[in-house]
Structures are given as structure tokens and as C-alpha cells.
């Protein structure tokens, strides 16, 4: 959401920020503004971890998303409706620049993101520096395409339609993580598609009420 619409894909982390496209990013940017300040008043260190989009549930099938009231992202949206717990799934915009028309964006499984914070925290109290990491797979997967992977590893059609394009969606984002693999010696496990969506499912299938 702090970049943008960038010109160029992946992007990396010292790409320069353009104007907020949301509120959310907004306030991303903010939060970023704020703690760099601070860290110039004092010797405190910082990471910064940007994420991509995270998704997707433990591998035990334990521990997962527990989405409550209106869901507006994507994965446990389509998962919602494969259970039957959403009538349908509204796709935002089928006429943007890419392979197929629908939004391409970065998956990254919520345990490789788990795995980063461990690593950033070791960073820091090894001494590094402060610093501002990409949290992705540097792989871009579209709506349509999370859809597709969504009904064969459900076994369910999915019922879903398309409208107009949602306010400050950029068309693509996709992040170069190398500086998170090479400084911070991290590397995602569920790099697949198959894998990230796989897991939201068997969490929502076996867990249709939450908790």
C-alpha cells in the first residue's frame, strides 16, 4: 500500500512512495513517518516489514483467520463462499492491464510471515541497523487465477461476478524480497499458490464458524 502505483515491478524498497491511492495507505505511510522520526530523537534500531497480501492458515489446520462481520479480502472472501457462508463473490474490476483483467497482486502465506518477524527480531538484538524490509513471494498471481486454484483445491464451484473497479486499487503489485532473503536470511516455505490457498481452505472448511 506505500508504494502505490509503481512503474516498475518487482518493486523494491527504496522505490520512491507515490501519493496514498486509500486512506489505508495513508495511514501506512504515516505509521512508517512516525517511527523513523522517533528513532532520530534516540538510539533505538527499527525494522520496518512491508507485507504483501498475507493469507492463508497454520499447516495443523489449528490455527487460521477468524474473520468477523463484512469481509473484504480476497482469499477468505472466496473461501467464504466455497463453505456456503457468502451467496457470492464480487470481483472488483475485470478490465485492468493485466493477463486477464482482474488485479494481480503478491501472495505471502501468514507462517512465512511469522517466520520474518522472528528473524527481523534477531536482527535487531544482533545489532543491525535500522532497516526496511519487502515481505512477498516476488510472485504475481491474479484474482482469477486465486479463484481457479480456489475451486480445485475445494472441489466446489464458485459462484461470483464481476464489477466495477474498487477506488485505489492499483493494478499490479509484486515484491522484490531479496534484500528480506539476503540480510535477514529469510526465505518463504509455501511459495505456491496450491499451498497458500490450500491451507485458508482446510481452516475454513473444517472451522465454517470461526472459532
Not at 511469522?114 to 544482533?126: E, G, I, K, R
Request: net charge negative; glycine share 10%.
Amino acid at each position: 500500500s506505500v508504494y502505490g502505483n509503481v512503474d516498475q515491478l518487482p518493486v523494491t524498497e527504496d522505490a520512491p512512495m507515490q501519493k496514498a491511492e486509500s486512506p489505508y495507505a495513508h495511514t501506512k505511510q504515516i505509521g512508517e513517518a512516525i517511527i523513523t522520526d522517533f528513532a532520530k530523537t534516540c538510539t533505538t534500531q527499527f525494522v520496518l516489514l512491508r507485507y504483501f497480501n498475507p493469507v492463508g492458515a497454520h499447516t495443523s489446520n489449528f490455527i487460521g483467520e477468524n474473520p468477523l462481520g463484512i469481509v473484504y479480502n480476497v482469499v477468505p472472501r472466496i473461501t467464504g463462499t466455497a463453505i456456503g457462508k457468502f451467496e457470492k463473490l464480487m470481483v472488483f474490476g475485470h478490465d485492468y492491464p493485466t493477463r486477464d483483467g482482474t488485479c494481480i497482486r503478491d501472495y505471502i502465506h501468514v507462517t512465512d510471515l511469522v517466520d520474518a518477524h522472528v528473524l527481523a527480531l534477531q536482527y535487531l538484538f544482533d545489532g543491525g541497523a535500522s532497516d526496511v524490509f519487502n515481505l512477498g513471494n516476488g510472485q504475481g498471481f491474479s484474482v482469477q487465477e486465486v479463484i481457479d486454484v480456489a475451486q480445485k483445491v475445494s472441489g466446489y464451484p464458485l459462484k461470483y461476478e464481476f464489477g466495477p473497479r474498487r477506488a485505489g486499487d492499483p493494478a499490479r503489485l509484486v515484491a522484490d524480497a531479496q534484500k528480506a532473503r539476503t540480510v535477514l536470511n529469510w526465505k518463504p516455505q509455501y511459495a505456491s499458490l496450491e499451498d497458500i490457498v490450500g491451507s485458508a481452505w482446510r481452516w475454513h472448511e473444517g472451522h465454517p464458524g470461526g472459532y
